[in-house]
T-cell receptor, first 112, second 112 residues
């Protein structure tokens, strides 16, 4: 059974139209991450939560925001998507800092 | 120079061959090393996880870490077409806040 679940798997939005991607986990993990992965590239960390503490990467555009209303759920909001934001967005979790991350299957975002 | 170097391939081998993948890194502080397997349009799946130097075996997979040479390897014995995927090495340490540093990923095709 999938333990890190991302919805939807595929999302199409229009240029400039806000979009929200969601991630849920059944592992009761404290740490949740959002990554952006473009074709043939490694995942790029956008931000992460340690419990409720939010940590933004220095080079994450202001266009990207996140919310974590409870342990199980985390959301990625893209306020005004541009063509360059078309990518796979991956959510990952782990229970403790020194443990490996477990990824969901991602949401593939297309921008029209 | 990238922090983690990985030959992107592609690598094509016949079924039953041994697949050898490797990564080099520059940050001697890295303590935790892992290999992820990523199928097309899926999220990375944790394959092997090791702490510090040494070998770890799991079925047809063997991971090796040589911290003195800053070199990690993954071997796949008796390769199968189902092993066709992109393999990402990744590593982290307490000093980089346990954030993953990825290699570029190696695309492997096992021919039937």
């Amino acid at each position: 059974d999938a333990m890190v679940i991302q919805n939807p798997r595929y999302q199409v939005t229009q240029f400039g139209k806000p979009v929200t991607l969601s991630c849920s986990q059944t592992l009761n993990h404290n740490v949740m991450y959002w990554y952006q992965q473009k074709s043939s590239q490694a995942p790029k960390l956008l931000f992460h939560y340690y419990d409720k503490d939010f940590n933004n990467e220095a080079d994450t555009p202001d266009n990207f925001q996140s919310r974590r209303p409870n342990t199980s759920f985390c959301f990625l909001d893209i306020r005004s998507p541009g063509l360059g934001d078309a990518a796979m967005y991956l959510c990952a979790t782990k229970y403790r800092e020194d443990q490996p991350q477990h990824f969901g299957d991602g949401t593939r975002l297309s921008i029209l | 120079q990238k922090e983690v170097e990985q030959d992107p391939g592609p690598l094509s081998v016949p079924e039953g061959a041994i697949v050898s993948l490797n990564c080099t890194y520059s940050n001697s502080a890295f303590q935790y090393f892992m290999w992820y397997r990523q199928y097309s349009r899926k999220g990375p799946e944790l394959l092997m996880y090791t702490y510090s130097s040494g070998n770890k075996e799991d079925g047809r997979f063997t991971a090796q870490v040589d911290k003195s040479s800053k070199y990690i390897s993954l071997f796949i014995r008796d390769s199968q077409p189902s092993d066709s995927a992109t393999y990402l090495c990744a590593m982290y340490s307490r000093s980089n806040d346990y954030k993953l540093s990825f290699g570029a990923g190696t695309t492997v095709t096992v021919r039937a």
